[in-house]
């Protein structure tokens, strides 16, 4: 039963690139949450996807980031047009409901370096 | 608004030696959830323990126990005999309903902790 699985790992993009950064969730879960880990501080939250939904968006950054989780294949963190600023570490989380009692499942997060 | 705070930036201990982590959070709902979660030098992170507000059992796990007091709104982590695999940064986390449909987590920023042989 795999886990959640983040990929690509590491990341490495010139700036004015764009960044896809891949979440498939676990078996059975259908609800996302991306997190950023920027250096030296702690994660904070970015956007909570169900299925073809886009929940809460409200930690996204409001311009060049979006996310999407379709019917079908993993969910998508993209950034347009990186800065050196968005270098960070990206994890995503999976959940089987909406209640946190259900809990949550980290990937191995992508670190994401913009030269 | 919530907040957690992790006083504790770095810490160095021996090895075998006991070590607490302290966590204090702010929140005004009464409903939340704690989390305690590790990241090795190799980035993942690994969850450890989850702790609805209703529930102030303190929690024993082999080498790991936690202290949540509702009171002084803390939830302390203790390693007793450390190791050197228990280096690592650990985060202290609480999750409660965003009103915008989510139960996001707030983090704290982090207590890295050292463990020399």
């Known amino acids: 039963n795999a886990g959640v699985m983040q990929n690509p790992r590491h990341l490495v993009r010139r700036r004015g690139q764009e960044a896809r950064l891949r979440c498939s969730p676990m078996k059975g879960h259908s609800h996302v949450y991306w997190y950023r880990q920027l250096p030296e501080e702690g994660l904070k939250f970015m956007v909570y996807?169900?299925?073809?939904?886009?929940?809460?968006e409200s930690g996204m950054p409001k311009e060049r980031f979006s996310a999407e989780f379709p019917k079908e294949g993993p969910s998508i963190l993209r950034i347009q047009q990186v800065v050196r600023g968005d270098s960070a570490a990206y994890f995503c989380?999976?959940?089987?409901?909406?209640?946190?009692?259900?809990?949550?499942?980290f990937g191995s997060g992508t670190r994401l370096t913009v030269v | 608004a919530q907040k957690v705070t992790q006083a504790q930036t770095e810490i160095s201990v021996v090895e075998k030696e006991d070590v607490t982590l302290d966590c204090v959070y702010e929140t005004r709902d009464t409903t939340y959830y704690l989390f305690w979660y590790k990241q090795p030098p190799s980035g993942e992170l690994v969850f450890l323990i989850r702790?609805?507000?209703?529930?102030?059992q303190n929690e024993i796990s082999g080498r790991y126990s936690w202290n949540f007091q509702k009171s002084t709104s803390s939830f302390n982590f203790t390693i007793t005999a450390s190791q050197v695999v228990d280096s690592a940064v650990y985060f202290c986390?609480?999750?409660?309903?965003?009103?915008?449909?989510?139960?996001?987590?707030?983090f704290g920023k982090g207590t890295k902790l050292s463990v020399i042989p």
């Open positions: 702790r609805n507000s209703f529930d102030e």
């Open positions: 996807l169900q299925k073809e939904n886009i929940i809460d």
């Open positions: 986390a609480l999750s409660l309903f965003s009103g915008a449909g989510s139960y996001q987590l707030t």
């Open positions: 989380a999976s959940s089987p409901g909406t209640g946190i009692g259900n809990g949550y499942t």
